[in-house]
Each structure stands twice: as C-alpha cells, then as structure tokens.
C-alpha cells in the first residue's frame, strides 16, 4: 500500500469528484450532510462530569455512534461545545467528560485511556434509560474516538494496547466496541530522546494537526502519522491553526499558554477540524460520502487543509 497524496491534478480531480457524487447518491441518509439540529444535555460518566452533544431525536437515522472527546491537558469540557456540536452534526453521539486525577503530584483536568470502557457502560445504559433525552437512540455497540493534544496521547496510547505513563496510569484494555479514531495536536514522539516509536495501532487513526501548533509540533506530528503501522490512517494539516485551534477560544484558562499564533479564523478552524474528524470516522464505519471526502477530494474542496491517507 502506497500513501494518497491529495492535490495530483486535474485528471485525478475530475475522476474524484465523480466518486464523490455517485458516492453521496448512494450513501445513506445521514452521510448526506450535516445534520441542522443539536441538542446537548449534562451527565456523568463514571462519576466525571460530563456534557453530551447529539442530532435531535426522533429521527429514523438514528441509533448515532458514539464518540468520546478526550480533553487537553487542564482544558474544561466547555472548551470543546463547538467542535463537539459539529462532530454531532455529522451523526454522533459525542460526550465529553471532565476527568480530573493527580500526575506527578500536580492535580488537574488529564484524560486516561480507561474512559473508553467507562463511557460504553454509560453509553449501554443510557441508552435503555427511558427518562434520557437519548433513550433508544445510541449505538453502544460502535465507539470512536476523539482527543486533543495530552487526550489525544492517551488515546494513541489506548489504540496500541499499551500503558505508557503519564497517559495511562492503570492498564486498561480498548473495549471491544472501539472502531476508530481521530485526535487533534497529537504526537507520539519522546521529548527526551526526539525519537518516535512505531504505533502499533489495532483500529484506523487520523491525525489533524495545526500547521502552526508551537505545543505539539507539526514535524512530531508527521512523524507519529508515518509511524502508525497499520493503515487506514489519515494525516491532515490545519493551514493556519495553531494548538488551540479545536477549541472555542484560544489558550483556554488553565491550559498551557500557545505563543505560536494562530492565522486562521478560529470558528472556521473549529469547523474544519471537526469535519475532518467526523468525515473520517464515518469512512472507518463505512460511510461512502466520507471515504469520497478523506480518500479523494477533500483537500481540493478545503483550501484551508492538505491531507495524506494509507488505505
């Protein structure tokens, strides 16, 4: 297998848009487009509080797939409403917990690999809960998953089957019901030696990266993309996005300072980084509409990213 590099010309150009428009004639209802409608709603998951964002029920597209956010290091959960709406958009339930424990002595908001299972067994029986707002209307047999920066390590590290300190404290398999995943500002390189170790992954892995992150940077970046041993995996770069540019506002209170700044309009780095991700984890559940978009065109369409697949 050979890596997909997006922008190869004309002829290329005119041939994928032909897949994509026979692919959205086929594709099912919720693949067509981006749902109008969110509704979101407050929970907990495993005693984290948590917020839940989903397309308006009552429609016959559902039961949605699940998609757990695994939040930065010291980002709030509230940080993410917009990215998360707009992954909801594209039909997912998205929960984003608050995961606070103690690293090194230093108490704080720090995601683990362990949420996974936590949010199936929530999914499972929120889902047979008549007095939520989701009842019947989650698939909790299809978990994905979502993550940014020191969550999006922690799910890196959960998609390889190990339990690498700080992003994993306690060995915690990925439940079975795990299909894909997609993270943001995420590398896998060792910042005292400067190398980057094979990921050995056991589901498809994007990774959507800031092309002017000054936190987890774009070289690191590329060279985690390149180490992911088993494709599908996907590598887009943000053209103007820095660190924070999934997140409602730059440099959120709490979180570690971004001095690298951002160029691109922050709602629209929101925006493109969300369809990104939700694109790709359609593709992985077999969603034509989205391979059309990750696999082919996608880049062509969006001038603010580039994009590089192995499938």
Same mark, same amino acid.
């Given at each position: 297998m050979t890596p997909r590099l997006h922008r190869r010309g004309l002829l290329r150009v005119v041939a994928a848009a &032909? !897949?994509?428009?026979? *692919? !959205? %004639? @086929? &594709?099912? &209802?919720? &693949? =067509? *487009? @981006?749902?109008? /409608? !969110?509704?979101?709603?407050?929970?907990?998951? $495993? +005693?984290? %509080? %948590?917020?839940?964002? #989903?397309?308006? /029920? +009552?429609? @016959? #597209?559902?039961?949605?797939? !699940?998609?757990?956010?695994? =939040? +930065? *290091? $010291?980002?709030?959960?509230? @940080?993410y409403r917009g990215f998360a709406a707009k992954v909801a958009s594209y039909g997912f339930t998205v929960v984003v917990p608050n995961h606070f424990q103690v690293l090194f002595g230093q108490p704080g908001l720090y995601a683990t690999g362990a949420q996974a299972g936590w949010t199936v067994a929530w999914a499972q029986a929120e889902n047979a809960n008549t007095a939520s707002p989701l009842y019947g209307a989650i698939d909790p047999q299809t978990l994905v998953l979502l993550g940014h920066s020191f969550g999006g390590a922690a799910g890196l590290n959960l998609t390889t089957g190990l339990c690498t300190p700080p992003f994993c404290t306690v060995p915690a398999p990925a439940p079975p019901q795990l299909k894909a995943a997609a993270f943001y500002g995420t590398n896998g390189t060792v910042p005292q030696t400067g190398q980057t170790p094979p990921v050995a992954n056991t589901v498809p892995v994007a990774l959507v990266q800031g092309s002017l992150d000054g936190i987890g940077s774009p070289v690191n970046g590329y060279a985690t993309y390149q180490a992911v041993t088993t494709p599908p995996k996907l590598y887009v770069s943000l053209l103007g996005a820095n660190h924070y540019g999934i997140t409602d506002t730059q440099n959120p209170a709490g979180a570690r300072p971004e001095t690298s700044a951002q160029t691109l309009d922050q709602a629209l780095s929101v925006e493109t980084a969300a369809r990104w991700s939700a694109l790709w984890l359609r593709a992985q559940l077999g969603d034509p509409v989205g391979q059309a978009w990750v696999y082919s065109v996608g880049d062509f369409f969006d001038a603010n990213a580039t994009a590089e697949s192995v499938h």
């Open positions: &032909a !897949v994509a428009t026979i *692919a !959205v %004639a @086929a &594709a099912p &209802a919720p &693949a =067509q *487009a @981006a749902y109008s /409608t !969110v509704s979101s709603y407050t929970t907990s998951v $495993n +005693g984290d %509080a %948590a917020d839940v964002y #989903h397309p308006v /029920t +009552g429609s @016959a #597209h559902s039961p949605w797939p !699940v998609a757990l956010l695994l =939040q +930065g *290091a $010291n980002v709030d959960k509230s @940080a």
